[in-house]
């Protein structure tokens, strides 16, 4: 009897381990943003004030109130304050997506929660952030690799049958079938048949795909793979409060939802909006432009970047500084003008963070 009930004990221990819930990290997203000082990273808030001082050789922006750091060769993370939250011993890490990180050891990936604990061992080839609470990833399989979907607690709730594939964005993901694109929807059903050559992340209902190989051309699908705007672009960029960004030979077009030009002029260049604003050259300066084609900051700096949380990024000279929407420097140009930052920048504004467009 003894024995029976240390075993009653015993099983009950291991599915109150096994129901016990994840506890909740709350973290302060306090706005920092990702400089570059003399070659040292560190991080400033909004008015430019230095609040982890440039210390860092290496260092990526904060997401869900953690950042990826170096320290001595390792990869760590760092709280908004700098205080070390994850102690580094990771050949790489990236940023938080959906309260998970890939983080590298050996040659393989695995993700952790954001108290540092590991939710999945170091097993897949190479892996993507969770969108949708899902997580593209890459395993061995059968002499070569194929691409699958993890849950946040790393079970595969839809299998590794895919020769790649991409996160998911409005209840869809791009995957691919031999050499085509299609999409899934979170059970694993294709419901866009694969038959395009690339096929982007749905941003404000629509698809950018590209059709006819390499130099083929772009257009973008609605949800259900009908083509709602026409493969007839050369160049194109995936929607962005309601704008998307087409190549016409030699200029640019911005095009609304429906395909019609949301300004009567072309362009040089292409550019992003956010927050109603897009960055634009002029006469070999930056301004900010809304989508009357109306130059609300007037071209005054060497490049721009978009707007997020109400701030951008500004280029005076090789100096990089913050302004507001009114076009006011509230973050003094000291440091230094770097791409790289810049462009994992706008990656994480234009891909993870919610559309403002109007559906």
């Known amino acids: 009897m003894k024995r029976i009930l240390i075993l009653m004990l015993a099983l009950l221990t291991i599915c109150t381990a096994c129901t016990k819930e994840e506890k909740i990290v709350k973290l302060d997203s306090s706005f920092r943003f990702l400089v570059n000082f003399n070659g040292k990273y560190g991080y400033c808030d909004q008015s430019g004030v ?63 929660s954001q108290n540092g604990n590991k939710v999945t061992g170091f097993d897949f080839v190479s892996t993507f952030g969770f969108t949708d609470g899902l997580a593209a990833v890459v395993v061995d399989k059968d002499g070569g690799t194929k691409a699958g979907y993890i849950d946040v607690n790393g079970t595969f ?16 993901a791009s995957v691919k079938v031999g050499k085509q694109h299609g999409y899934i929807d979170k059970t694993g059903k294709m419901v866009i048949t694969p038959q395009f050559y690339e096929a982007a992340m749905f941003r404000d209902g629509l698809g950018m795909v590209k059709i006819n190989g390499k130099f083929g051309l772009i257009g973008y699908v609605d949800t259900t793979g009908k083509m709602v705007i026409p493969a007839q672009y050369s160049e194109a960029t995936s929607f962005s409060d309601g704008v998307a960004a087409v190549r016409l030979k030699d200029t640019w077009q911005l095009i609304d939802r429906s395909g019609k030009p949301v300004i009567a002029k072309e362009f ?41 949380d109400g701030f951008a990024p500004v280029k005076i000279g090789e100096k990089c500084g913050l302004i507001d929407k009114k076009g006011k420097l509230v973050a003094e140009a000291r440091f230094i003008w770097d791409q790289r930052v810049i462009d994992q920048y706008t990656h994480y504004n234009t891909h993870f963070k919610p559309s403002g467009a109007k559906k």
Not at 159 to 172: I, R, W, Y
Not at 271 to 290: C, E, N, R, W
């Open 268 to 308: 040089p260049s292409p550019t992003i909006f956010t927050d109603g604003l897009a960055p634009m050259m002029v006469d070999g300066k930056a301004g900010y432009m809304d989508k009357t084609g109306t130059m609300v900051i007037k071209p005054q700096f060497d490049a721009g970047s978009i707007f997020s």
């Open 157 to 172: 709730v839809i299998k590794p049958t895919f020769d790649d594939a991409a996160q998911f964005s409005e209840g869809l």
């Open 50 to 112: 230095t609040v982890i001082p440039p210390q860092f050789d290496s260092a990526s922006m904060f997401s869900e109130g953690l950042a990826p750091v170096r320290i001595n060769g390792k990869d760590g993370y760092i709280d908004v304050t700098g205080k070390v939250a994850i102690p580094a011993e990771f050949d790489q890490g990236l940023p938080f997506l959906g309260g998970r990180a890939a983080v590298k050891k050996g040659g393989k990936y695995a993700y952790i």
